[in-house]
């Protein structure tokens, strides 16, 4: 992960100063990985760098950057002598204080840490790419673009699993259906909505590399859109429904032209069957093979351990 201008900038904008502290380089088994951050502010915070007695001394040291202390600056702390956690690794951390006067205006974002004069280095990062430290000087990269992740239908399924995954870093969903009214009246941020009366439609502007999930609440609208889909081409598609379902699009999709091969790329049904049939199982499920496929994995990964 890389530096959220706007989540950083909607903060401020809220709370006035803001401390991010930033996880700037890790070794050994660690919480969470560099580049990941959180914000502190007064009466609040948001985001974690792992939980436990890691995250909670640098929640104290936010809060006193709140109250005036000096900043930025970097420590380094071995997780199991300093802190007693069993992770056994160690992380770096920053704490920065931000307000509408310090924002950064761009990305790459390149800033003097306490105690450095001078100018900067000059370091190209590309999106995504996690911090830097150079002559005394952090540099942060801005977010690589997120998987692409259409979801047609904004029924229960469709909700779940776009309440799952939209905060996950890794993907930019997409989420189609039939009306305003379909959606629901709060969307999570970052979230795009395409209302369209002919949702297969719009197939046409889905990247080629997209994944998709197609859980309409019309059978007929599902077809339409696998149909369409295997014109278009995908990285992968999910279509909610059983072996029975699956069996009758085979049959009617074979019959519009296509081939076994390009039907038997739609995975129905779709998330981990083993986890049962309500919405929030469906939606783990789906959200843990889409992260899986995404190469995403970790250590130590419990917000609220102890390491």
Same mark, same amino acid.
């Given at each position: 992960?890389?530096?959220?201008?706007?989540?950083?900038?909607?903060?401020?904008?809220?709370?006035?100063?803001?401390? /991010?502290? &930033?996880? =700037?380089?890790? %070794? $050994?088994? +660690?919480? !969470?990985?560099?580049?990941?951050?959180?914000?502190? @502010?007064? *009466?609040?915070?948001?985001?974690?760098?792992?939980?436990?007695?890691?995250?909670?001394?640098?929640?104290?040291?936010?809060?006193?950057?709140?109250?005036?202390?000096?900043?930025?600056?970097?420590?380094?702390?071995?997780?199991?002598?300093?802190?007693?956690?069993?992770?056994?690794?160690?992380?770096?951390?920053?704490?920065?204080?931000?307000?509408?006067?310090?924002?950064?205006?761009?990305?790459?974002?390149?800033?003097?840490?306490?105690?450095?004069?001078?100018?900067?280095?000059?370091?190209?990062?590309?999106?995504?790419?996690?911090?830097?430290?150079?002559?005394?000087?952090?540099?942060?990269?801005?977010?690589?673009?997120? /998987?692409? &992740?259409? =979801?047609?239908? %904004? $029924?229960? +399924?469709? !909700?779940?699993?776009?309440?799952?995954?939209?905060? @996950?870093? *890794?993907?930019?969903?997409?989420?189609?259906?039939?009306?305003?009214?379909?959606?629901?009246?709060?969307?999570?941020?970052?979230?795009?909505?395409?209302?369209?009366?002919?949702?297969?439609?719009?197939?046409?502007?889905?990247?080629?590399?997209?994944?998709?999930?197609?859980?309409?609440?019309?059978?007929?609208?599902?077809?339409?859109?696998?149909?369409?889909?295997?014109?278009?081409?995908?990285?992968?598609?999910?279509?909610?429904?059983?072996?029975?379902?699956?069996?009758?699009?085979?049959?009617?999709?074979?019959?519009?032209?296509?081939?076994?091969?390009?039907?038997?790329?739609?995975?129905?049904?779709?998330?981990?069957?083993?986890?049962?049939?309500?919405?929030? %199982?469906?939606? +783990?499920?789906?959200?843990?093979?889409?992260?899986?496929?995404?190469?995403?994995?970790?250590?130590?990964?419990?917000?609220?351990?102890?390491?």
């Amino acid at each position: 992960m890389s530096l959220d201008l706007p989540a950083l900038r909607e903060a401020v904008a809220a709370h006035g100063r803001v401390v /991010r502290i &930033l996880v =700037v380089t890790v %070794a $050994g088994s +660690v919480p !969470r990985d560099a580049g990941t951050s959180m914000l502190v @502010w007064d *009466g609040g915070e948001d985001g974690t760098i792992g939980g436990g007695e890691l995250e909670n001394q640098a929640v104290r040291e936010a809060r006193a950057m709140l109250a005036g202390e000096p900043g930025p600056f970097l420590r380094t702390v071995p997780l199991g002598p300093a802190l007693g956690q069993c992770c056994g690794g160690a992380v770096t951390l920053a704490w920065e204080r931000f307000d509408a006067a310090s924002l950064p205006d761009a990305l790459p974002h390149a800033r003097p840490l306490a105690g450095t004069s001078g100018a900067g280095p000059l370091v190209e990062l590309r999106p995504g790419a996690r911090p830097v430290v150079r002559d005394g000087w952090l540099i942060e990269a801005g977010p690589a673009p997120g /998987r692409p &992740l259409w =979801v047609w239908g %904004a $029924g229960h +399924v469709g !909700r779940a699993i776009v309440n799952v995954l939209a905060p @996950w870093p *890794g993907v930019a969903v997409t989420w189609v259906d039939l009306g305003p009214d379909r959606f629901p009246s709060s969307v999570p941020p970052g979230v795009t909505t395409l209302p369209a009366t002919e949702p297969p439609a719009l197939v046409r502007y889905a990247p080629g590399n997209a994944d998709h999930l197609v859980l309409t609440r019309s059978h007929e609208l599902d077809l339409q859109l696998c149909h369409a889909l295997l014109h278009h081409g995908f990285a992968s598609l999910g279509l909610i429904g059983s072996a029975t379902k699956m069996g009758r699009f085979r049959s009617r999709l074979t019959a519009l032209g296509h081939t076994a091969a390009q039907i038997s790329r739609i995975a129905c049904p779709i998330g981990d069957p083993s986890l049962g049939k309500h919405p929030q %199982a469906i939606a +783990v499920g789906v959200a843990a093979a889409l992260i899986r496929a995404a190469g995403t994995s970790g250590q130590c990964q419990d917000k609220d351990a102890t390491g």
